[in-house]
C-alpha cells in the first residue's frame, strides 16, 4: 500500500537497502520566537520560518526576518542543507508541512529541524519523510486552543527506507526533473498573471477618463454582518458557519475560511452569502488590508457575513459585480479608502458611508461586459495551468513513493519523467 515504506522489508536490502527511525536520521532542534517587543531581534537578514510562512518544499525566505542577535538568544539558526517541519499550528488539521532549508535561516517552535547525519541527503530525507504524511496527519493531536500538535517521541519512532546515498541522490534527481518541468509552468502563471494585471491597469485608466459617479447610487444593498462566539473549526455541511476576515484579505473569495456556528446560537439567514455579493473588509489591524475586496461566485450554502465585513450588493442596472471587484483593486479607489480610514494602531476601519461616498467610473455596461470578458479569458488560461501543476504534483508524489517503496527501477530522471506518457 502507497505511503506504507516502513513496514516491510526492502526488496534491495542485499544491494545496501534498510530503514531507519527519524529519531536515527540526524540531529533534531527546537525552534524558538525572539521577543517581539525588542526591537533590535527583529528586521535583520536572517528569514525566520514559522508554520505559517513555510509554504515551499524549498524553503527560501520569510515574511520575517530577524537580526543575527535574535536568531541567537531567543530562536534557532540552522544552515543550508536542514529538514523543517511544522509540529504544531491550524495547518496540521489538513496538511503536513515539511521543506528543505536552501540558505541560512531561524526557525520558531512550531518546527522542527533535523540536521541529517552522514550518509543521509537532505532532500531525500525531506521526500521520504512527506511520503509518510497520511499516517502523520493521524498522530496530530488536538491542543486545547483547537490547533494540530505533533508529539517528538512519536515522530523520531517513525521508520522510513535509507537506500546508500547514490540512490538518494538518483531518486532526488528523478523528482528534481518534475520539478524543472513545473517551475517552466509556474514562470508561464507569473507571466500571465504580470499581463493580465497590466491589461487590467490598462483598462481601469482608461475608465476612470470618463465621468465618475458615488458608489452608493450603484448599490441596490450595502450591510454589515454579525459575529457571534463561534467553535474554532470548519462548519459541517450543513452547519451553519460565518465567514472568517481572512476569506476576503487575499482579495478572494476563500469559502473555507469560516468558523462553526453554536447549534444552541439561532442563525440569521439574511446575512446568507450568495453569489454576486461583493464583500469588503471594513475593519483590520493592518491598514493595506482594510477595503480590500472580492466577488462572490459560488459558494456553500448556510455562510452568514461577520461584522467586520461589508456585503455590497450591485444594482443590476448600472453596474455588474465583477466590474465593481475589479474597480475596487484600483489605486484610485485604493487612495480614497486611505483618505477615509479612521482609528489606530490597533484597529483600522471605514464606515458605511465612507463606501457610499467612493468615486467610481460611470462606465456602460456593454462596455463593463467586455472588460469582464477579458478578464474571465485570463483567469481560464491560469486555471489551465494550475491544473497542469496540480497533474504534474501528483503524478511527481506518485513516482517518488513508487521509488522509495523500491517498486520501480531507479531510471535516469528524464527517462523516469518520459515513461508516465
Known sequence: MRGELGGRRHARCGTGWTTISLGEAGTWLSGGTPSTVNEVFWGGEIPWISGASMKNFRIVDSDRRVTELGARQGSRLVEQGAVLFVVRGMSLKSEFRVGVTQRRVAFGQDCKAIVPGDGIDATYLALAIQARTAHILTLVEETSHGTGRLDTARLQQLRIPLP???????????????????GALERVQ??????????SMTGL??????ETVLLGECLAELSTGWSPVCEPRQPGADEWGVLKLSAVTSGRFVADEAKALPSAVGARPALEI????????????????????????????????????FRLTADSAVLQPEFLGLVLTSSEVRRQINDAMRGSSGQHKISQRDVRDLLIPRVALREQHRVIAGKREFERRLNALAGQVAKLRTIQLAVVED?????????PPERAYASLG
Open 164 to 182: 546508500p546515498l547514490r540512490e538518494q541522490q538518483r531518486i532526488v534527481a528523478a523528482y528534481a526533473a518534475f520539478e524543472r518541468r513545473i
Open 190 to 199: 507569473l507571466k500571465t498573471q504580470v499581463t493580465e494585471r497590466s491589461w
Open 205 to 210: 485608466t482608461e475608465a476612470w477618463k470618463t
Open 274 to 309: 450568495r453569489p454576486g455579493d461583493v464583500l469588503m473588509a471594513r475593519a483590520n489591524g493592518v491598514k493595506d488590508l482594510v477595503g480590500v475586496a472580492c466577488v462572490v461566485r459560488e459558494v456553500r450554502r448556510k455562510l452568514m457575513l461577520p461584522d467586520l465585513m
Open 403 to 411: 521509488l522509495l517503496a523500491d517498486r520501480v527501477e531507479l531510471l
